[in-house]
Structure formats: C-alpha cells, structure tokens
C-alpha cells in the first residue's frame, strides 16, 4: 500500500488530514460529548491538503488547525464543496482571511461566490437591526467551479464532479450545485465525495477509469434506513453499493484507502463499536485528527 494511515508523518512529508467528520449534528463542544472517547467527538467537516489547501470551512476549524499543527500561515486555497453551514461559513471565511499573510484563494459554486461577496459589503447591525455596509476590503479572490472544471491549487489539480446533494428530489430542484472533489497531486488521486448520496450517472462516467489511492465517501447515516428520495447522504447499506460501483469501473482496488466519514452523531455507532467492523471489509472509519500520509 503506498498511502499509510500515519498519524506521525514526519516533517514536510504530504499528507492529508481530517480536522472535522460530524455531520450537521456534529457534536463536539456539547456537554453531551463531554465524557465521550476522543474519536467520538467530531467537529463539522473541514480538510487540509498540505501543505496549503483546506477543504470546506465552519467556526471550528482556526481551532482545529491549531489543535492539529497546521501551520494556518501557509494556507492559500479553500475549496467549499456546498452551501451548508457545517461545510460553508462565510463571516468566518472572511475572518480567518483577514488573519493571513497572503490573500486566500476560495473555489465554489455561485452561492458560494454570491455570498462571500455579499458578506464582503455588508455586515448586520444588532442594533438598528439592518444590514450596513461593511468597512475594509476582503482578502480574498473567488473562482466559480462548475462541474468538470479543473483548477491548479499549488502542486495540486482540483477537479470539480457534481455531487447527488442539496437536491429536493421530488420536485427535481437541485436547490445548489454541492461539488464532490477529485484532487491530483504528486501523482496521488483523492476523491472527495461530501456531501452525497448515490453517486451521481455523469459523476460515475468522469471518474471512470481513475484510479484512487484515497476515496472519502459519506456515511452519514450509519446503520440508520433512509430513503434515497429524500436524503442527499449515505448510510453503510449504500455506502457498500458505492464501494461496488466504484470497483466496477476500476476506481477502487484492495490499494485503496476507503474513507467513510461525515458522520452523524444522532445515528452513527460508536467508533469502537464499528471501527473494527468496516476496517474488515476495508474501510478506515474517519476520526477528527485522522492523517494519511501520500
Ligand atoms: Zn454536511
Ligand atoms: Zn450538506
């Protein structure tokens, strides 16, 4: 296997690392999850490719990345896979670009874009209760991703793919484009699968033939049944079925490091309980903190 999982990566080794696996329920910071084990607290979703590239960003994560070493100086690119608040915050987006030394590139869908700029010229105002303009000029730049676009973030290739996510499907309204991501980079392929449900026919077709040394796959829902028509997520069942279908069109081999993550604190079994059950049919269980060497 040529990506080990190494939480003790030596210095200036590539790695990628999970700094959030909670879902929307995400529980960490609750006084319920006071007591739990350490890889049963989960923060919302945010991904560092070191050594400059994070993926999606809440309030939790300028303390996660200090928590977890990453040197936040050196970050120069954002890729935010969707509009949801656990993946999309853009007041703290605009702070944490503030606190750099060098303008942070972010790369979304036009919500994103949208909403980065309207935050960049207004801020609300408790007291008269509007909304007024806001003082000082943003620090960053916004690139709109569509599907199928690639871009150079640093040494790596990002690759925007249309995630099954952010739709209401019996209506057929895609309320957003939520991207799933596929990250070259020295050679290494990473595919970032969150949010979705059932992977998508033309994101199947654009993926074809790749192969992954990483796949981080939603397993939102755990052992909980769901139905495909009104969830944009996965549970083990179909998480399994994925797995398959990416097998089948040569993306995942027994090379692979499988990654299910994005997990629901309302749903998902506790790590020690399951941890050791995917890890049999080769899944590694994310965890916040959990680092991949490449
Ligand atoms: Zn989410
Ligand atoms: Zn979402």
Not at 50 to 61: A, C, E, R
Not at 141 to 160: K, N
Request: charged fraction near 20%; aromatic fraction near 8%; hydrophobic fraction near 40%.
């Amino acid at each position: 296997m040529q990506i080990a999982e190494d939480s003790a990566a030596p210095d200036g080794t590539r790695y990628f690392q999970f700094l959030g696996t909670g879902a929307g329920d995400a529980n960490f910071g609750t006084p319920d999850s006071a007591d739990l084990p350490v890889k049963d607290i989960r923060r919302y979703t945010c991904n560092v490719l070191s050594p400059d590239v994070l993926i999606d960003f809440n309030h939790q994560t300028p303390e996660a990345l200090d928590l977890f070493g990453v040197n936040r100086g050196v970050i120069k690119h954002l890729f935010v896979s969707h509009g949801h608040f656990d993946h999309f915050q853009p007041l703290e987006i605009l702070r944490f670009a503030e606190s750099l030394p060098q303008p942070l590139m972010v790369y979304g869908n036009t919500m994103v874009r949208d909403a980065l700029d309207f935050c960049g010229q207004n801020t609300f105002d408790q007291k008269s209760g509007r909304f007024v303009e806001r003082q000082g000029v943003p620090e960053i730049e916004v690139t709109v991703l569509s599907p199928g676009t690639a871009v150079e973030a640093g040494d790596a290739t990002v690759t925007a793919l249309l995630g099954n996510h952010f739709m209401n499907k019996p209506y057929a309204i895609m309320e957003q484009q939520a991207l799933n991501f596929l990250a070259e980079v020295r050679g290494k392929t990473i595919f970032y699968g969150l949010d979705s449900s059932y992977m998508l026919p033309a994101t199947l077709r654009m993926l074809s033939g790749a192969h992954l040394d990483i796949a981080i796959l939603d397993a939102t829902f755990g052992p909980l049944d769901i139905d495909p028509l009104k969830s944009g997520h996965l549970n083990w069942g179909m998480l399994d079925e994925t797995i398959t279908e990416l097998r089948e069109i040569g993306c995942i081999d027994d090379r692979t490091v499988i990654v299910a993550d994005h997990l629901s604190t309302n749903n998902v079994e506790p790590y020690h309980d399951v941890a050791g059950k995917l890890a049999a049919k080769g899944i590694t269980l994310a965890y916040d903190g959990l680092k991949l060497a490449l």
